[in-house]
């Protein structure tokens, strides 16, 4: 039975409260652990908020006129116009050991190579220098009937290369997200695009135990600052440590 228009708006409302104290949780967690120098990836048209004594510069793989052009549902969007135009898995650009913070806010699960991303944010920064992400939880999003990605998964997209699943991940996406009656010619369409889908899905503790992985099997140095349900997402931050 479809929801009566009074309903209708009160269901919008409460919606829209969730997500207003989901992004009040984010921002005031960022005035705890951004200080200094850094780049958010990905910011389009929801820049975090900074706090005094933070610097930020943006990236982003174009500029924001070519994002409209590439993605036609941002034409209206008021989207922030990147200083560095590199990949933001990669960070090609950015000297090692530069940067105080890397904060990047519902861009890991768009990441081909989450493993290898976690490793270049790593390596950009000064020991000390945190890693600020907002990453959607999968129960709570339009990726609830997709599986959480493996760790075996995640590790042989990581030493093989991503482009053995790339097909696969498109598949997924355009048979459980976008529904598409012909999922096959749909996903090549996509992938031909380049189109920014969401490549993995986690849960918080399905994103923990990725984390444990780049930790302790991969050796990557950082420690786990906090882990934190935010509504529709989880935020997570890691600072960097001196290598052992």
Known sequence: MPLLPGLRRRVGMLLDEHVRRAHRVRNGLATTYLAGDGIEIGALHKPLPMPRGARVRYVDRMSAADLRRHYPELASWDLVDPDIVD?????????????DFVVANHFIEHTEDPLGAIGNHLRVLKPGGVIFMAVPEKRRTFDWERQVTTIEHLVRDH???????????????ARDVDHAD????????LME????IHFHVWTREAFQDLLEQARIHEQMPFSIELAVENGFEFIVVL????PS
């Open 87 to 99: 990949d933001g898995e990669r960070l090609e650009t950015v000297a090692d050991n530069s940067l």
């Open 182 to 189: 012909d999922v096959r010619a749909h996903a090549q369409a």
């Open 159 to 173: 030493r093989e290369g991503p482009e053995t699943s790339r097909a696969q991940h498109y598949e997924e996406w």
């Open 193 to 196: 695009q380049a189109y920014s």
């Open 239 to 242: 600072r960097k440590t001196q």
